[in-house]
């Protein structure tokens, strides 16, 4: 055979391979990294439902329900984790695999140093009661609004509550000013449900500064509507109490406040539905987790 004869046979030869490399490519699983926010559990079907953030490339920040092939890849995890997982995209289907608890570290102003004092703190103050899990009934406590009326958790029996943690003194932007105006959103995008169905809380742990009318005027920065948003404040001990309930962290260092960061949902049945910890999650994520607990029962 002529060396002609031989080079056209290799590239004819090399036609059908091509395309088989080709559809090779475009038939394999494609793999993302996601991030997100879940909002409901089904392990009886394997499936999670998350708020998921957006996928550059890909999709949009939407809530999405995900199956996983592993039914071990949900121990552990319940509504209000923040999770890092790989989406794939088969040809017909999708799942979700190496689904991973999102790590969170930002106690304020320094992580390492904070953890440390957080030790000390725990030594020179311990505290006896043991946060509420999952599924707990929150006990009864009193506290103080920004008007300086008294303000009775049990009085909101039957509504959804939003509570979390602030002292109106925190300079940075990523910390009490992002959870006081994820709630300022909530309050805008749930504004047919407020005191109706919802109701929040904004507790300081700071009540040595924080008296009503630093509260009063903290609240009017995000037009708080006095009726269904209670900024509350209280003696130390109560303030202790209601921290210790929710795993809130707080100390004092050198005129700023280290603390750790929650945000609470609780049923209308009073039960500790998430306990979110961190800043990592959206707004519109902390309203889809609100919009589910809304919807569930009560």
Avoid at 131 to 144: C, H
Avoid at 150 to 166: E, H, M, Q, T
Avoid at 187 to 192: G, H, L, V
Wanted: with cysteine; glycine share 6%; net charge positive.
């Amino acid at each position: 055979m002529s060396r002609l004869r031989k080079n056209l046979a290799t590239r004819l030869l090399a036609v059908p391979l091509l395309w088989l490399s080709l559809a090779s490519i475009a038939a394999a699983d494609q793999r993302y990294s996601a991030r997100g926010l879940i909002l409901k559990l089904d392990p009886a079907h394997n499936t999670m439902i998350v708020s998921t953030d957006a996928i550059p490339g890909f999709m949009e920040a939407m809530t999405m329900p995900y199956s996983v092939r592993d039914p071990k890849q949900l121990d552990g995890l319940k509504p209000g984790t923040m999770i890092d997982f790989t989406l794939v995209v088969e040809k017909e289907s999708s799942y979700a695999e190496a689904v991973r608890v999102h790590s969170y570290q930002g106690l304020e102003p320094d992580p390492l140093t904070a953890r440390r004092l957080k030790l000390l703190n725990q030594v020179a103050n311990p505290s006896a009661m043991k946060p509420l899990t999952i599924g707990d009934t929150v006990p009864d406590f009193t506290l103080i609004d920004q008007n300086r009326r008294p303000v009775k958790f049990s009085r909101f029996a039957g509504k959804v509550v939003a509570l979390n943690f602030v002292y109106t003194r925190c300079a940075l932007p990523n910390f009490c000013y992002r959870s006081s105006n994820n709630f300022g959103i909530l309050q805008k995008r749930f504004k047919r449900h407020m005191g109706r169905d919802l109701i929040l809380l904004t507790v300081t742990f700071d009540p040595v500064h924080d008296q009503p009318e630093a509260l009063a005027k903290y609240a009017a920065t995000w037009k708080a509507d006095p009726r269904t948003w209670h900024f509350l404040t209280g003696s130390s001990t109560d303030i202790r109490r209601v921290c210790d309930l929710f795993g809130e962290d707080f100390f004092q260092d050198e005129g700023l406040m280290n603390h750790s960061l929650h945000t609470a949902l609780i049923s209308k049945s009073g039960k500790l539905m998430a306990n979110l910890e961190g800043n990592d999650f959206t707004a519109t994520q902390l309203g889809d987790l609100t919009e589910t607990v809304l919807n569930g029962k009560p």
